[in-house]
């Protein structure tokens, strides 16, 4: 699903890298934690499986491609089978919660029947039937990080990737959330998160990758958020 | 389904950037309506040089009874007859001589008449104050300085003249207009493209939020950058519209009313409504991609996609 070979990343104009080396595989289905401290280089491993950014040394494949040979034209069809969560929602304000999972739908030109069906049903899964017409600055930021796991699944992604998504909630909310990821990743979707939020990494002994100043330092299946010995 | 998407997005970033979209359509039509007018003047320019090169050559003026007191070469007073046959008969000798039209007092004084007719000149003169002429047609139009160094020091001849020397001054004028007109339009065209890229900056970046989801979620570059593309080709159309209507308009009171140059110099032949109509496709399509080309080429700097 996700294999990384001696990958490096340096940015332009900067000296240390943000990523050195770093090897790993990820399988289909697992649920995996990327923990780290801000500055340890989670985004930029985020951020190349997105291709948002191309490594500079080594090769990722995601999905079974080799990011540096996928042409700039296909990386769309590769963004379309993973899904993204942010820890600020990115929903559209002004338009409905409906709307905002349907727009997913509407920028990839799916036919109106079929967004039509399958909205009100995500919406049903992620907790939120029956809020379609609301809009997102009526809803906790629970619910508007709900609505954008709706958005994120709505397209049935292989691989789901979230970027602290409950950095922006109250522990509670944030174990609501949490259990409707572990309910996406039963469906058989990988899903890959960063997170600071040891709680949480204590409380669901996943698989855990820690990074530190670009390094890969700990991998370690039912882990834990700190160090054990 | 995507098309109404598409359109209801354009309307959005249209209403949103009411005011810049409101420059590049003024700017768009000015430069198009300069490049539409520069390009007519050309035409007019190439039509009348065929007219006038048909018609125009050397032409030798003979003295008159009046230029004797007048002109020092002419002291002997009317040419002659036979000073006109011999000058006839060395002409059809020299090679480079295509034809000879007579002109004479009579004709040239109904010519005068016919040109400027409303000229409060034409009651004050005579038949006999015209010049006699012959209009030679050159072979080579170049050659007009053998026809000078043989004929402008002969008996009776007041002048040999080279008229379409007289006729390049005004191609020449025309031209420099033409080239002025040009620079004006090249100007009017970056501050077009400016606008356009600005505007495009503007619009991309208003509309982060909306780009940065679609990117996510995988809508593929080109759907992505449509909205704007379309957004500056709708607005460039709308100037080129602008501008083939100041053609047309303007045209119609130059040429056929108002001011009504086609009246008042007839012997100018105007550039035609098929010519100018035959402009207008040009001017649509240049309306239409040069715009769309500076937003694609603002949104690769612009919108990362």
């Keep these: ?229 | 389904m995507r098309a109404q998407f598409v359109l209801s997005e354009i309307g959005v970033g249209l209403r949103r950037n009411l005011t810049m979209t409101f420059a590049v359509i003024v700017s768009v039509a000015l430069s198009l309506a300069l490049f539409g007018g520069s390009l007519l003047m050309r035409d007019q320019v190439s039509t009348m040089k065929g007219y006038w090169y048909d018609k125009v050559n050397v032409a030798i003026f003979f003295c008159n009874k009046g230029d004797a007191e007048t002109d020092p070469k002419c002291t002997k007073g009317a040419v002659t007859s036979e000073q006109k046959d011999t000058i006839l008969a060395d002409l059809d000798k020299m090679p480079v001589v295509d034809n000879v039209i007579k002109e004479s007092s009579d004709q040239a004084y109904k010519h005068y008449k016919e040109q400027f007719g409303d000229s409060p000149l034409v009651n004050s003169l005579t038949p006999d104050q015209m010049q006699e002429s012959y209009r030679i047609k050159l072979k080579d139009p170049e050659k007009y300085q053998v026809i000078a160094s043989a004929f402008s020091d002969r008996p009776g001849v007041q002048s040999v003249q080279d008229q379409r020397k007289t006729v390049d001054n005004l191609f020449e004028l025309l031209n420099g207009m033409n080239y002025a007109a040009l620079a004006v339009m090249a100007l009017m065209l970056i501050v077009a493209l400016m606008l356009i890229v600005n505007t495009v900056r503007v619009s991309a970046f208003s509309r982060r939020r909306e780009t940065g989801i679609m990117r996510l979620v995988g809508a593929s570059s080109f759907y992505i950058q449509m909205p704007f593309i379309m957004e500056a080709a709708f607005a460039g159309l709308l100037g080129a519209g602008v501008a083939s209507v100041m053609l047309v308009v303007g045209r119609y009171f130059l040429i056929d009313h108002g001011l009504a140059l086609a009246d008042k110099l007839q012997l100018i032949q105007f550039v035609g409504w098929d010519q100018l109509l035959a402009k207008l496709p040009l001017v649509l399509g240049i309306g239409l991609l040069m715009p769309a080309l500076a937003a694609f080429f603002a949104l690769r700097k612009y919108l990362k996609v």
Excluded: C
């Design chain 1, 1 to 229: 699903m996700i294999r990384f070979d001696n990958v490096s990343k340096t940015y332009p104009k900067q000296t240390r890298p943000a990523l050195r080396d770093v090897s790993l595989e990820i399988e289909r289905g697992e649920f995996v934690f990327l923990v780290g401290s801000s500055g340890s280089g989670k985004s930029t491993f985020l951020r190349l499986l997105l291709r948002e950014e191309r490594a500079s040394h080594g090769q990722v494949h995601v999905l079974g491609k080799d990011l540096a040979r996928l042409s700039n034209w296909k990386v769309p069809q590769m963004r379309r089978q993973l899904g993204t969560v942010f820890q600020d929602f990115r929903l559209l304000p002004n338009k409905t919660v409906g709307e905002n999972v349907a727009f997913a739908l509407e920028v990839i030109g799916k036919p109106r029947g079929t967004i039509r069906k399958t909205v009100p049903e995500v919406l049903d899964l992620v907790g939120l039937g029956g809020k379609e017409d609301r809009m997102p600055g009526e809803l906790s930021g629970g619910e508007q990080q709900r609505v954008a796991i709706a958005r994120a699944f709505v397209n049935r992604p292989m691989l789901l990737i979230a970027d602290e998504p409950t950095g922006n909630l109250d522990p509670q909310t944030s174990v609501g959330i949490m259990k409707l990821l572990d309910r996406i990743n039963r469906t058989g979707t990988t899903v890959v998160m960063a997170t600071h939020d040891q709680q949480i990494v204590d409380q669901m002994r996943k698989r855990v990758i820690e990074l530190e100043k670009g390094r890969l330092v700990r991998d370690q299946s039912r882990g834990v958020y700190g160090y054990q010995h």
